[in-house]
């Protein structure tokens, strides 16, 4: 674990990340929280689940997200593609079910580029793409030791980084201030709470 945390989170903009993992809905909230703005979140139609307004409220307000269906992966591409270059929002999120190639995922580190915004591809695990610049594994923490009632502890860690190193935190969202804590891993151990007066 490292204390570099503030290096890599928020996300570089101007660059189309990629993350993976069961806690990968919570990244991509938590980076839209902390960012501020518009969010626009591409998915296909036809995918079984989506997101709910409900779920997300304790990261940004529903009314600075904008939910996009798209027919197929090629048109949650090009949709991405433009929002990245406008500019007009501060972070595209993209669901994405198939690998995306280097072509289209060099189009999209241009268009991040060009419109200054924070592109994120939410991946199926073994999908990334090589012009991906970061790319994070989002997983829950479940630690029956501490019996903690905070259900937001996670692990990420970037394992692909174009423009620094590789790194590892547990993290949780704090609510109250809509920003990411870094949690010290000795603040987790058996034992390590304050012995009784």
Not at 68 to 81: F, G, H, M, P
Not at 180 to 187: G, N, P, Q
């Amino acid at each position: 674990m490292t204390s570099d945390f503030p290096d890599h989170f928020p996300l570089r903009r101007g660059r189309t990340h990629e993350a993976y993992g069961p806690a990968a809905l919570a990244f991509s909230f938590a980076l839209a929280g902390q960012l501020g703005g518009m969010v626009l979140w591409i998915c296909e139609t036809r995918q079984a689940g989506h997101i709910n307004p409900a779920g997300f409220g304790t990261y940004i307000e529903p009314q600075h997200l904008l939910l996009t269906k798209a027919k197929d992966q090629v048109e949650v591409l090009a949709v991405a593609e433009e929002a990245l270059r406008s500019g007009a929002v501060k972070l595209v999120v993209m669901e994405l079910t198939k690998p995306l190639g280097l072509t289209e995922g060099r189009r999209l580190q241009l268009a991040a580029e060009a419109g200054h915004s924070t592109g994120l591809c939410l991946i199926p695990e073994g999908m990334g793409s090589n012009a991906a610049e970061t790319r994070w594994r989002c997983l829950p923490v479940f630690d029956a030791v501490s019996n903690s009632a905070d259900s937001t502890l996670v692990y990420w860690q970037i394992i692909k980084n174009k423009s620094g190193t590789l790194s590892a935190w547990d993290v949780r969202w704090d609510a109250g201030t809509r920003r990411v804590i870094v949690v010290s891993k000795a603040a987790q151990r058996p034992g390590s709470a304050r012995a009784p007066d």
